[in-house]
């Protein structure tokens, strides 16, 4: 079984700028959630997705945005971007519809804002 | 509100000796708690779950870890660490009704020397 798959691997952008993240969950899971990791906050929870629709959010301003298509997939974006969301984003996908499954993390997108 | 306590941002051990990492949080309802580890540049890796049943949960790399409802702790544990378990390692848990939300604390560092 293919594990997630998160594109790209690693990014640069320049603050003010949007930036798109995609994340291909294991084969049959509907659930997707996004982390934000940095050595100061750690991992924060940004949102999750279950049949393209967000189910939970974070406490995060409104620059940050996903979505979920028909396959599954997720896209997280991020507008004008500011040097404070440069860090590790992980996307993790779970079958979990009620209950608690294990969740299964991608590699990440390393995300520098300059 | 949720919240996971890390008490050691370092745990050093030497080869071949037992070791323990530890976690306590703190949810409302029956918690679904979670243990990853992280290795540099990479993303998490799942190493054992607790969600009911028996308090001691046996996972990957002959990681295992008990669950104490009283205590509100999860400690991670392995009789004989390897120089290879040198990681960053994460507790998190999972309120009943957060779907898709993992809670992470801090993380732990350890450092198993030869």
């Known amino acids: 079984k293919a594990g997630v798959t998160q594109t790209p691997r690693y990014l640069i952008k320049t603050r003010g700028q949007q930036v798109t993240l995609s994340c291909s969950p294991i084969s049959g899971h509907r659930s997707v959630s996004w982390y934000q990791q940095t050595p100061g906050q750690g991992l924060q929870f940004l949102f999750e997705?279950?049949?393209?629709?967000?189910?939970n959010k974070g406490n995060f301003p409104g620059r940050f945005s996903g979505r979920q298509f028909s396959n599954s997939r997720s896209e997280m974006n991020v507008s004008t971007l500011e040097l404070g969301d440069s860090a590790l984003y992980l996307c993790a996908s779970s079958e979990e519809r009620t209950g608690p499954r294990s969740y299964t993390f991608g590699s990440g997108t390393r995300l520098t804002v300059v | 509100a949720q919240s996971v306590a890390q008490p050691e941002d370092q745990v050093n051990v030497a080869e071949g000796n037992p070791l323990t990492v530890k976690c306590t949080y703190s949810?409302?309802?029956?918690?679904?708690l979670f243990w990853y580890v992280q290795y540099p540049n990479r993303g998490l890796q799942f190493l054992l779950k607790y969600i009911t049943g028996d308090n001691l949960v046996k996972g990957s790399y002959g990681f295992e870890a008990e669950f104490n409802k009283s205590q509100t702790s999860f400690h991670l544990k392995k009789p004989s660490a390897l120089v290879s378990d040198s990681a960053l390692y994460f507790c998190a848990v999972r309120a009943a009704s957060n779907t898709g939300k993992l809670i992470f604390g801090q993380g732990t560092t350890l450092q198993v020397k030869p």
């Open positions: 949810v409302s309802g029956n918690p679904y």
């Open positions: 997705y279950f049949s393209e629709t967000q189910r």
